[in-house]
């Protein structure tokens, strides 16, 4: 059936193209665009509470199923695995063509270029990043926010990833969006970093070092968030993200993350894996603790 994130991004796509204008002034198009972020975050808000609410008329224990479904489409550990998987298994066949063709998929930069080094850095630094985006940070307004909150935060984080860029339509018009996500993902973002290093010392991996990394490198992104989790991860796996990207056909130069101790090799990939899956649990089980506090206050 249809995923309630692909329902997020048609209503994302549908309410731009009617709030966009491309002759507007750049105030006209921040106003637009806060126009059009309230509408969004207003809409899943509404439509969800609703559907609960109408789900639980029908049925106590169908109102739960949908709660519980939900909740689940906000999180997305399984899919990070599967869709990284992809990439690695075109290494594994040595078709970095088709490598590049399945990482442009599920990242930004311009992929028409990488190599075999490269497309791992990708790799690795999409699932490291989206271990906050993904996991935590849902879990996180889960906690505060039941089911609400967590699709709430899909909304915002989806349209960051739609519309919040600094290319020419964007700029303007999803300057607030990117704005909103950032402020969303600043505490999530650092208790991810913390529960990957949490990760890291359970995996028997460097952890003291993911600790001194993330404090050294995570203010180096441009991003208030990317960082945390990211520097992490590098420190506990013993390798060194970031660096050089093309993104619109324009070269974009990032700050190296983390030390150059270990080549960026698919065993790299297969722990960053099983960190995921590690840290993805710890969050869980902190979310579950943070909701029985909140729903007892």
């Known amino acids: 059936m249809p995923h309630p994130i692909r329902w997020i991004g048609r209503l994302i796509s549908w ?7 491309a002759n507007h002034s750049a105030w006209m198009q921040r106003v637009a665009g806060m126009l059009f972020w309230f509408a969004v975050v207003a809409a899943v808000a509404l439509c969800t509470f609703a559907t609960v609410k109408a789900a639980g008329a029908i ?4 109102g739960s199923l949908v709660v519980i479904w939900l909740a689940f489409s906000t999180l997305a550990t399984r899919s990070l695995h599967q869709e990284s998987r992809q990439v690695i298994a075109a290494l594994d066949l040595g078709d970095i063509s088709l490598a590049r063709q399945r990482l442009a998929m599920i990242v930004s930069r311009d992929t028409d270029r990488l190599d075999e080094q490269d497309i791992l850095r990708a790799v690795l630094e999409t699932v490291a990043e989206n ?17 609400v909150g967590g699709l709430v935060y ?4 989806t349209m960051d990833s739609m519309v919040g860029y600094l290319n020419d339509r964007y700029r303007y018009f999803g300057w607030f969006a990117a704005k909103a996500d950032d402020l ?3 505490v999530p973002a650092r208790l991810t970093g913390l529960l990957v290093i949490a990760g890291a010392f359970l995996l028997q991996l460097d952890w003291r070092s993911g600790w001194r990394v993330m404090r050294r490198d995570a203010g180096k992104m441009k991003s208030p968030n990317a960082g945390f989790p990211e520097a992490a991860a590098c420190g506990a796996l013993g390798v060194q993200l970031g660096g050089n990207n093309w993104y619109f056909g324009r070269p974009v130069a990032k700050p190296t993350l983390g030390d150059c101790c270990k080549p960026l090799t698919i065993a790299a990939y297969r722990s960053m894996i099983r960190l995921l899956y590690v840290t993805s649990l710890l969050a869980f089980l902190v979310a579950m603790m943070g909701r029985q506090f909140f729903c007892a206050i």
Do not use: C, M, T
């Open 15 to 21: 309410l731009e193209k009617l709030l966009y204008g």
């Open 131 to 147: 271990i906050s985006d993904g996991v935590v940070a849902p879990l996180f307004y889960l906690a505060i926010g039941g089911v």
């Open 184 to 186: 969303a993902n600043w």
């Open 154 to 157: 899909k909304a915002v984080n």
């Open 59 to 62: 049925h106590a224990g169908l």
